[in-house]
């Protein structure tokens, strides 16, 4: 009997950790507030080739956007108060070789000096979303910023480490398109994800990285071209990630999770009915 | 000590119908992870006190071991039984996935609002006096530097406020401002978000490095201002002692 109350125990025990595991299932967390907008794109993975210079392909389509609200860009002079571009529409994808990201956001005129940005940071050191500018406390590291301007047609592959520092790179391996149409630009930039350039953002599938976005509107208003330089309508930094290739081995390690509870139920049973009978 | 199990499943629901749902409509959501900790406390409890001795341990482990055997178990508790017996391996299955499945939520950021100030700015007191005449100068400084991000009502709320991540602080949150002293505002204004340490992630401030742009006295009246406009007290040595 002795055997069987310290067999029960260990039952008992176990049976505590099983209900608490049913209690955590059921007792899940609050909510999120509503309202508070996409936290990161997710460049999705396809086997097909990725549409690098087409803003109006139709698999844009098909992929659901994330969106961030951007604001003045207040952080140093020269500021602005007030800014054309609200926020952005942000859709992603990669095939594992090049990815194509596209920007779409409201406009409600076509000008020469319109311009979009993409800023990464580069390597493991956190750089300041504001051109990677000094910190005083954290040592901080560098940002590569795609640029893309109408009139320029084609993007610009830009690095930066402080203000006044930013300029267009040696190596130019970034490409970007713009399309136009009733009041909202679709500007698709595209990159292989991995580059061999220090200076660049690499892309490695499955791990996060920081992105942030910058616009300009271009609209001459009395005579002078209305956002540009420090001007410009910005977002803080939000998160990306490629998506990996799936990986089956999950349902490897499901199929032996079963296995062995249904294991541990037999022999569980087993021993109860022996020290029963003892 | 009859039906010692049936009072401790009863105990168990009770508990959790009262921090899910009841507890709730008196203060925050508790999250799963609390929740999970006092189901556990209160099962841990319940197994103590029905193994303090040999009787009631065989009254409360005796139906969960004739459950299991199949003693005399037909009809409904059969049913139950083979029930039990499917779900748990599903259960843990489907736990294995979820734990494995890989998510499309970014990493978690622990990010300190308040960090520690640097020593220098430990203290210091507000050179100006508290007139009239300051308060009114530090609410037009704040209209035309502050207000931009951290509205002119001083809740946060500002034209610009809308598109960064973290929001600008709302000074009318008896969390901001109150809990703080004069001194720590000096050094957040006067050395911006690129001034935080790096458990705060100074990279993703947009708060900027006023010093380069205002004088110390303006920085100190426009602290002034913030506390009178947004109706708060800063903290003071004197109320710790």
């Given at each position: 009997?002795?055997?069987?109350?310290?067999?029960?125990?260990?039952?008992?025990?176990i049976?505590?950790?099983t209900?608490?595991?049913?209690?955590?299932?059921?007792?899940s967390?609050?909510?999120?507030?509503?309202?508070?907008?996409?936290?990161a794109?997710?460049?999705?993975?396809?086997?097909?080739a990725?549409?690098a210079?087409d803003?109006?392909?139709?698999?844009?389509d098909?992929?659901?956007?994330?969106?961030?609200?951007?604001?003045?860009?207040?952080?140093?002079?020269?500021?602005?108060?007030?800014?054309?571009?609200?926020?952005?529409?942000?859709r992603?994808?990669?095939?594992?070789?090049d990815?194509?990201?596209?920007?779409?956001?409201?406009?409600?005129?076509?000008?020469?000096?319109?311009?979009?940005?993409?800023e990464?940071?580069?390597?493991?050191?956190?750089?300041?979303f504001?051109?990677?500018q000094?910190m005083?406390?954290?040592?901080?590291?560098?940002?590569?910023?795609?640029?893309?301007?109408?009139e320029?047609?084609?993007?610009?592959?830009?690095?930066?480490?402080?203000?006044?520092?930013?300029?267009?790179?040696?190596?130019?391996?970034?490409?970007?398109?713009?399309?136009?149409?009733?009041?909202?630009?679709?500007?698709?930039?595209?990159?292989?994800?991995?580059?061999?350039?220090e200076?660049?953002?690499q892309?490695t599938?499955?791990?996060?990285?920081?992105?942030?976005?910058?616009?300009?509107?271009?609209e001459?208003?009395?005579?002078?071209?209305?956002?540009?330089?420090?001007?410009?309508?910005v977002?803080s930094w939000?998160?990306?990630?490629a998506?990996?290739?799936?990986d089956?081995?999950?349902?490897g390690?499901?199929?032996?999770?079963?296995v062995?509870?249904?294991?541990?139920?037999?022999?569980?049973?087993r021993?109860?009915?022996r020290?029963?009978?003892? | 000590?009859?039906?010692?199990?049936?009072?401790?499943?009863?105990l168990?629901?009770?508990?959790?119908?009262?921090?899910?749902?009841?507890?709730?409509?008196?203060?925050?959501?508790l999250?799963?992870?609390?929740?999970?900790?006092?189901?556990?406390?209160?099962?841990?409890?319940?197994?103590?006190?029905?193994?303090m001795?040999?009787g009631s341990l065989?009254?409360?482990?005796?139906?969960?071991?004739?459950?299991l055997?199949?003693?005399?178990?037909?009809?409904?508790?059969?049913?139950?039984?083979?029930?039990v017996?499917?779900?748990?391996?599903v259960?843990v299955?489907?736990?294995?996935?979820?734990?494995l499945?890989?998510?499309d939520?970014?990493?978690?950021?622990?990010?300190?609002i308040?960090?520690?100030?640097?020593?220098?700015?430990?203290g210091?007191?507000?050179?100006y006096?508290?007139?009239?005449?300051?308060?009114?100068?530090?609410?037009?400084?704040?209209?035309a530097?502050?207000s931009?991000?951290?509205?002119?009502?001083?809740?946060g709320?500002?034209?610009?406020?809308?598109?960064?991540?973290p929001?600008?602080?709302?000074f009318?949150?008896?969390?901001?401002?109150?809990?703080l002293?004069?001194s720590?505002?000096?050094?957040?204004?006067?050395?911006g978000?690129?001034?935080?340490?790096?458990?705060?992630?100074?990279?993703?401030?947009?708060?900027?490095?006023?010093?380069?742009?205002?004088?110390?006295?303006?920085?100190?009246?426009?602290?002034?201002?913030?506390?009178?406009?947004?109706?708060?007290?800063p903290?003071?040595?004197?109320?710790?002692?």
């Open positions: 009997m002795g055997y069987q109350k310290i067999f029960n125990v260990a039952l008992g025990l049976l505590t950790v209900g608490a595991g049913v209690s955590c299932v059921f007792a967390d609050p909510p999120p507030e509503s309202g508070a907008g996409s936290v794109v997710r460049l999705h993975l396809t086997d097909d990725i549409p210079d803003p109006n392909a139709a698999v844009w098909t992929i659901q956007p994330a969106e961030f609200k951007l604001a003045p860009q207040v952080h140093w002079p020269d500021r602005i108060q007030e800014v054309t571009v609200k926020s952005v529409k942000v992603g994808i990669h095939n594992g070789q990815l194509a990201i596209l920007l779409e956001y409201a406009d409600p005129s076509n000008d020469a000096a319109d311009a979009a940005a993409i990464f940071m580069v390597g493991d050191k956190m750089a300041h504001a051109h990677g000094e005083l406390q954290v040592e901080g590291g560098a940002v590569n910023i795609w640029y893309w301007k109408k320029d047609g084609k993007a610009t592959d830009m690095s930066a480490k402080g203000f006044k520092t930013i300029r267009a790179q040696d190596d130019q391996n970034v490409s970007a398109t713009g399309a136009w149409q009733d009041g909202t630009w679709r500007v698709v930039f595209s990159r292989p994800l991995q580059t061999g350039d200076h660049d953002v892309v599938p499955g791990e996060w990285r920081n992105v942030a976005f910058a616009f300009w509107d271009g001459i208003v009395d005579g002078a071209v209305k956002e540009r330089g420090s001007q410009k309508a977002s939000w998160y990306f990630r998506e990996p290739p799936p089956n081995s999950i349902y390690y499901v199929v032996l999770g079963i062995l509870a249904a294991g541990f139920q037999f022999f569980l049973v021993k109860i009915r020290g029963n009978e003892s | 000590m009859k039906g010692s199990l049936a009072k401790t499943v009863i168990l629901v009770g508990m959790y119908v009262f921090l899910k749902f009841i507890l709730p409509l008196f203060t925050a959501p999250p799963a992870s609390l929740i999970f900790l006092y189901l556990a406390l209160t099962l841990a409890s319940a197994m103590i006190f029905y193994t001795s040999g065989d009254e409360f482990m005796g139906p969960i071991g004739r459950f055997t199949g003693t005399g178990q037909t009809g409904i508790a059969g049913t139950a039984r083979i029930l017996f499917v779900l748990f391996p259960l299955g489907w736990q294995t996935y979820t734990r499945a890989p998510s939520m970014p990493p978690a950021e622990n990010r300190t308040h960090p520690a100030p640097p020593g220098e700015f430990v210091l007191a507000n050179p006096e508290r007139s009239q005449n300051n308060i009114m100068m530090g609410k037009g400084l704040y209209a530097f502050c931009p991000c951290h509205g002119a009502n001083f809740d709320k500002g034209p610009a406020a809308v598109g960064f991540n929001p600008p602080a709302n009318g949150d008896p969390g901001t401002i109150a809990q002293q004069e720590y505002l000096f050094w957040r204004i006067k050395k978000g690129v001034g935080l340490p790096v458990e705060a992630m100074p990279w993703k401030s947009a708060m900027p490095r006023w010093e380069v742009e205002l004088p110390d006295e303006w920085i100190w009246k426009i602290i002034m201002g913030e506390y009178d406009g947004a109706g708060q007290s903290r003071t040595w004197e109320e710790e002692e």
